[in-house]
């Protein structure tokens, strides 16, 4: 990237202890650091998503396809979802509440899905409610077509704007060359609708022919990090580069983000996807990560729970098995700190209504960073 500003990575080592005699509230001393880690959910194997209901609970979205209802230990399995497609990154993904939850209940989900024409699933996007732990009143509010029969790439965060506008993402399903470039085709895009599923009359592409209405951005290829900036409203979204190249955008309406077209990244084997980086009519990345570090899950602090850290970035890294914090100043990165050095997969990271931290890692379950102090 053009004059980007160099970012600086400060090493926080952490001690990996072994669980031995759990009380009821596990906790991982760290040394050295500002935090302890406690364990509020345990023995998850893919928490995708969570969301914080009014009662205090967590809910979390196991990719396998159980969705838990989590509190004080205990866990509830939710009844009677969709039917959900298990291949590869496909399953049951990605959590949000309507901001009017406490109201009208819904809650909205994404999942991979083999309904519609063609072998093989695709994303889709369904809202429900809770009752009695069993989903009720479910509603189909979009479902990419056609089906791909491959395992990747499923995009499928969630996110909604200060205007109550339902953003979501889907990833180009490894179609790099079909998809994302092609309005009349899903995958590789951001989309937008209102709650309920109608597509807005403003959206950016509802009067060309032949394009997918929804359609809010398109050259993505597989956006797994998504939230609303706490002071503009924007949607920010990070996507997965191939060998390198993992970016962070600022969603701007019918904006073009390049992939495959431009990258900063290169094939799995090494070869070149294009020597180009930037074109006319392509949207620059704010951030761009060499090497990659698998980035997924994403939100802003905004609470003044940790010191120093307010405003930050947080992004979870697959790859590399840490989460990262990022201060950015006029839509730059200016630093970079890891945390959580090899804790494991950060499949997620949300900041709670209590101003806390809640990482969902791998194989672990759901942590809370608590400061010391």
């Known amino acids: 990237m053009k004059n980007s500003v160099v970012s600086i990575y400060l090493f926080v080592v952490m001690t990996t202890l072994s669980c031995g005699q759990q009380s009821k509230k596990e906790v991982l001393e760290p040394e050295n650091i500002g935090f302890t880690i406690e364990k509020v959910v345990k023995s998850l194997e893919n928490p995708w998503g969570m969301v914080f209901l009014p009662d205090g609970s ?17 866990k509830t399995e939710i009844s009677n979802l969709p039917e959900i497609y298990q291949r590869g990154q496909g399953g049951l993904l990605d959590l949000e509440l309507h ?19 063609g072998k093989g699933g695709h994303t889709a996007i369904m809202r429900a409610k809770i009752e009695n732990n069993s989903l009720t009143n479910k509603e189909l509010l979009y479902k990419a077509s056609p089906n791909i029969n491959t395992g990747v790439h499923y995009g499928s965060r969630i996110e909604f704007d200060n205007d109550n506008y339902l953003y979501f993402s ?13 309005l009349t085709k899903d995958g590789g895009k951001i989309y937008r609708l ?28 597989n956006p797994q990090g998504m939230v609303k900036h706490y002071e503009t409203g924007k949607i920010w979204i990070h996507e997965h580069g191939p060998r390198g190249g993992d970016e962070i955008n600022i969603i701007k309406k019918g904006a073009n983000y390049g992939w495959p077209t431009v990258t900063y990244g290169i094939n799995y084997n090494g070869t070149s996807i294009t020597e180009k980086t930037e074109m006319e009519g392509m949207e620059q990345p ?3 990560w060499t090497p990659s570090i698998a980035p997924s899950g ?3 602090i905004t609470s003044d729970k940790y010191n120093g850290w307010k405003n930050s970035l947080l992004v979870g890294s697959l790859s ?6 990022l201060e950015v100043k006029d839509n730059k990165v200016i630093y970079r700190e890891k945390l ?4 494991g997969r950060v499949r997620n990271v949300r900041q709670g209504p209590d101003g806390f931290i809640y990482v969902g890692v791998e194989g672990k379950g759901i942590l809370k960073l608590v400061p010391k102090g």
């Open 99 to 117: 901001p009017n939850y406490e109201k009208n209940g819904w809650l909205y989900f994404s999942y991979s899905s083999q309904q519609g024409e």
């Open 58 to 74: 967590i809910l979390v979205s196991e990719k396998g396809g159980k969705l838990l209802l989590c509190k004080d230990g205990l």
């Open 194 to 221: 209102y709650d309920d599923g109608r597509i807005p009359e403003d959206n950016p592409f509802v009067d060309k022919e032949g394009a997918k209405k929804a359609i809010y951005t398109y050259g993505n290829r």
């Open 320 to 325: 590399f098995q840490y989460l990262e914090r």
């Open 340 to 343: 959580l050095d090899k804790i």
């Open 170 to 182: 889907i990833g180009e399903r490894g179609e790099r060359d079909i998809n994302p470039q092609d």
């Open 298 to 300: 994403m939100t802003f």
């Open 286 to 288: 704010i951030h761009y």
